[in-house]
Structures are given as structure tokens and as C-alpha cells.
């Protein structure tokens, strides 16, 4: 949000962010909040650990203020800004509560001046050549899939083309380097003493656009320069990566035409060739209400659908994406089911789990079609997610479609309900896009 306000304007800005927290520890084991949260509250709905266990858990998963210490949603932006020229080189990893954050954001002050003195604008910074490397950088990171949308929603403000299809595009090339939660084993405090973002980027110089500007005043090829891996277990050499061909793919297909966005990195292999049977819910209060009902005789291969979880349909697009699995499967020692709906998920969640369809279900995309015995195809090698139905059956049932009524239609909340947009083209809402500037000729200094 505050790189879409900076775009938006066009003065000179930069962004220090406030970091991870220190690592979370439970039994001999450190642990990340929140990816060790979902892993262990499976467990207890399992109930192969006792509610004391997860107390125990629980009390030991934040040791200090901070963001997730996962490559959750926070982490990854802070990556992702970096990777943007928009904040200090080296920042994103530094732990919150370490002296050298304090260090970095005195620097900023320093950093500010010297912007506005050269009359340094986001857009001068923020261009096609960034978002290209922001992209690798997501995809080398392992970052969440909520940087998909964010990154459309601030090209949008400063008029910058970056559609769905380059992420994909630039997976090809990308290799994941970073060994860190959800998508490996460490965390962002072992990121930080590993070298951070610089020994990534040093990784993969040769795919980046190293003549962009950052806020120092340096191009990302001098920002860069020097910087070494401290641990290569942590972070990987190009020789010895976690995953080739990037860690997020864009999907299409008759249930996402606009596009899905699966996280190939902390999904599980066996399910990213599938083809299962959907168990359908039309919305977060019925999936609450009954995943956990024998009744629904939901096996390990069926697919798990829900509808109106969308920028629409929640409304906001909330995290509801990773759906559970029901208790009772989890006792049978089910970790994973393919799980598609159009909502979002949490950086620090994992598993076979498709977001963001689009056209979402409330606005009439295929997805408010399918229905419980459906079969559903996922072939992430190509690239597809489909509906195992013909096109006169989809047509039938497009015709007996009826969309909700919208919640609101008056005050702020009928204004988002009538302009946001869909999660390809970044969820902005639609008279917000495009930088608008109006003091661009009116900044002066002394």
C-alpha cells in the first residue's frame, strides 16, 4: 500500500520496512510463525499432540516484535521492495530487533534528502526493468503469492505493463535459491547471517536488469556488487538449487481463463499432475461449518472447491484459500489435497493450493459452475486447471446461474463492490490506476 501511495504521487519516497522477528523455538526446534502454526494445529486436530503441546507451542512461536520469520507475505515484500530499488540494499532480511535495522533507517534520512536534492521520483525507480526484477526475485525467493497481485496493483498506479503472464515468462529462467519456510527449512533470521537479499541477487545477476536505479543513487549492479553467500545452505548456489523453473506458475484452463496462481514450491509433487473429484463449497461459513462431516465422505483424492472468497464475493479477497483438510482424513495421515478456490492465502501457508481464479465465482467465472462430483484435472507442467465437462454443459448451467445480490451498494463499500478489479489485473480499484502526480513540477529544495 504504501508503494501504490508513492506511485500514486510520483514524490521522492523510500521504504524501510520493520523486519522479521527473531526465530520461534519449541523443543530443540525453531520454528516460524505462521507456517509451523498451520503443521502443528493439523496435528491437533489430529490429535496427535495435546492442547498442552500446542500451548507449549504456542508461547515459544514470537520471541520478539517483528513480521512472520517465514517467507510469508511481509517477507516477501520487503524482498520484493528491495528487489524494486525502493528500499535500502540489504535491509529486507535484518531481524526487527537488531541494532542494524536502527542503523539502516537513520541512513534513510540521509537517503530521503539526497532524493528529493537529485528530484528522484518512484517512477524514476519503479520501472519495467524493476518489476522484471522483483518477478526473479519473488520466484528465486520462494515469495508468497500475494506478491502477484501487490506488484500489478502498484505497476497499475504508474502505468507500468506487467500482466499474469510474466511471472510465468520469467520462471522458466528462474531458479529457487532461498532454503526457507514454507518452501524449505530455515528462516528469515538464518537468511540475514546467511547474507541476505545481495547474496541472492549476486546468484542471479546474470537474469537481472542490473542498470536500475535504487534509492542509494546506485544501480542494482553496484548495490550488488561484493556480496557473497555465508551459508549455502541456506541460500543455494545457481548449481545447487531447491527448484528449477521457478516456485510460483500462472495456470489456465474452463475454471480459470484469467488466470490461477498455484505456489509449485511448497506444494506437494505426487498432487501437481491430478485429476479428482470436487467436494464444492459456496462459501467460508459452510466450509467452516462442514469439512470436518463424515457425511461428505470426502476422500484423499478429491478436490477441494471454494466459491465466493474473491475480491467480489468475500468481499476483499480474504485468506480463506488454504482450505483445511478434514480432521478426519489428517488422523489418517493425509497432509496434503489439491484446493482450489478465488481467495487468497497466507505467505506462510503450504500445500497443493490454487488462488486467485479469476474470473472469480461471484462475478459468474466458470468456478461458480462447478459442482460436488465434478471432476477436476490440475496438469501443472501445462500450465492447465480444468473442469472435466463439455461446453453445452457449462452453457446450461451458465444459463441457470444466478449471481447474489451485492451487500452493499451505498458508501464506500458499494463504491469497492462497483470498481474493484479482478486479481489478474491486481484488485486495485479501477479510477485508481494509472499516476495521477499532481505536484510532479512542484517539488523544491534548498
Known amino acids: 500500500a504504501a508503494l501504490m501511495g508513492a506511485a500514486s504521487v510520483d514524490v521522492p519516497a523510500l521504504v524501510v520496512t520493520g523486519g522479521p522477528m527473531l526465530s520461534g523455538r519449541f523443543r530443540n526446534e525453531d520454528v516460524g510463525a505462521c507456517t509451523d502454526c498451520w503443521r502443528l494445529h493439523d496435528d491437533l486436530r489430529a490429535d496427535r499432540i495435546s492442547q498442552?503441546?500446542?500451548?507449549?507451542?504456542?508461547?515459544?512461536?514470537c520471541r520478539s516484535f517483528g513480521h512472520c520469520s517465514p517467507m510469508g507475505t511481509a517477507s516477501t515484500?520487503?524482498?520484493?521492495?528491495?528487489?524494486?530499488?525502493?528500499?535500502?540494499?540489504?535491509?529486507?532480511?535484518?531481524?526487527?530487533?537488531?541494532?542494524?535495522?536502527?542503523?539502516?533507517?537513520?541512513?534513510?534520512?540521509?537517503?530521503?534528502?539526497?532524493?528529493?536534492?537529485?528530484?528522484?521520483?518512484?517512477?524514476?525507480?519503479?520501472?519495467?526493468?524493476?518489476?522484471?526484477?522483483?518477478?526473479r526475485t519473488l520466484h528465486a525467493i520462494g515469495?508468497?503469492?500475494?506478491?502477484?497481485?501487490?506488484?500489478?496493483?502498484?505497476?497499475g498506479r504508474l502505468g507500468v505493463d506487467v500482466p499474469l503472464e510474466l511471472f510465468d515468462d520469467l520462471a522458466a529462467s528462474t531458479p529457487l535459491l532461498l532454503n526457507i519456510k514454507p518452501s524449505g527449512t530455515y528462516l528469515m533470521e538464518d537468511f540475514f547471517y546467511a547474507g541476505g537479499l545481495p547474496a541472492v541477487h549476486a546468484q542471479i545477476s546474470d537474469l537481472l536488469n542490473l542498470d536500475a536505479l535504487t534509492v542509494s543513487g546506485r544501480t542494482v549492479g553496484e548495490a550488488i556488487s561484493g556480496a557473497r553467500i555465508v551459508n549455502d545452505d541456506v541460500i543455494r548456489t545457481r548449481e545447487r538449487p531447491l527448484l528449477t523453473g521457478g516456485s510460483l506458475a500462472i495456470l489456465r484452463g474452463n475454471v480459470c481463463p484469467d488466470g490461477a496462481v498455484l505456489k509449485v514450491?511448497?506444494?506437494?509433487?505426487?498432487?501437481?499432475?491430478?485429476?479428482?473429484?470436487?467436494?464444492?463449497?459456496?462459501?467460508?461459513?459452510?466450509?467452516?461449518?462442514?469439512?470436518?462431516?463424515?457425511?461428505?465422505?470426502?476422500?484423499?483424492?478429491?478436490?477441494?472447491?471454494?466459491?465466493?472468497?474473491?475480491?467480489?464475493?468475500?468481499?476483499?479477497?480474504?485468506?480463506?484459500?488454504?482450505?483445511?483438510?478434514?480432521?478426519?482424513?489428517?488422523?489418517?495421515?493425509?497432509?496434503?489435497?489439491?484446493r482450489i478456490s478465488d481467495a487468497r492465502m497466507s505467505g506462510t501457508g503450504f500445500g497443493t493450493v490454487v488462488l486467485h481464479v479469476t474470473p472469480e465465482s461471484a462475478v459468474g467465472g466458470p468456478l461458480a459452475l462447478i459442482e460436488t462430483g465434478d471432476r477436476i484435472r490440475l496438469d501443472t507442467a501445462g500450465r492447465r486447471l480444468d473442469v472435466l465437462l463439455g461446453d453445452d454443459e457449462l452453457a446450461d448451467r451458465r444459463r441457470a446461474w444466478v449471481p447474489r445480490p451485492p451487500s452493499d451498494t451505498r458508501g464506500y463499500r458499494g463504491l469497492y463492490l462497483r470498481t474493484v478489479m479482478q486479481a489478474n489485473h491486481g484488485c486495485d480499484l479501477d479510477f485508481l490506476v494509472g499516476s495521477s502526480a499532481p505536484v510532479r513540477a512542484g517539488i523544491t529544495h534548498g
Open 265 to 338: 514450491s511448497a506444494a506437494s509433487g505426487v498432487l501437481l499432475q491430478h485429476e479428482g473429484r470436487a467436494v464444492v463449497f459456496r462459501g467460508v461459513d459452510e466450509l467452516h461449518a462442514t469439512i470436518d462431516d463424515p457425511s461428505l465422505d470426502i476422500q484423499a483424492d478429491d478436490v477441494l472447491v471454494l466459491q465466493n472468497g474473491g475480491p467480489v464475493g468475500a468481499p476483499g479477497m480474504p485468506e480463506y484459500g488454504h482450505l483445511p483438510i478434514p480432521a478426519y482424513l489428517l488422523r489418517q495421515g493425509v497432509t496434503d489435497m489439491v
Open 143 to 155: 515469495g508468497s503469492t500475494n506478491a502477484v497481485i501487490h506488484l500489478m496493483a502498484i505497476a
Open 52 to 61: 498442552a503441546d500446542w500451548d507449549e507451542f504456542e508461547s515459544g512461536m
Open 77 to 135: 515484500m520487503a524482498c520484493v521492495t528491495e528487489a524494486l530499488g525502493m528500499a535500502p540494499s540489504g535491509s529486507a532480511a535484518i531481524p526487527a530487533v537488531d541494532s542494524r535495522r536502527r542503523h539502516v533507517a537513520e541512513r534513510a534520512g540521509s537517503q530521503i534528502m539526497d532524493l528529493v536534492a537529485a528530484g528522484t521520483r518512484p517512477s524514476d525507480i519503479m520501472t519495467r526493468a524493476a518489476f522484471e526484477n522483483a518477478i
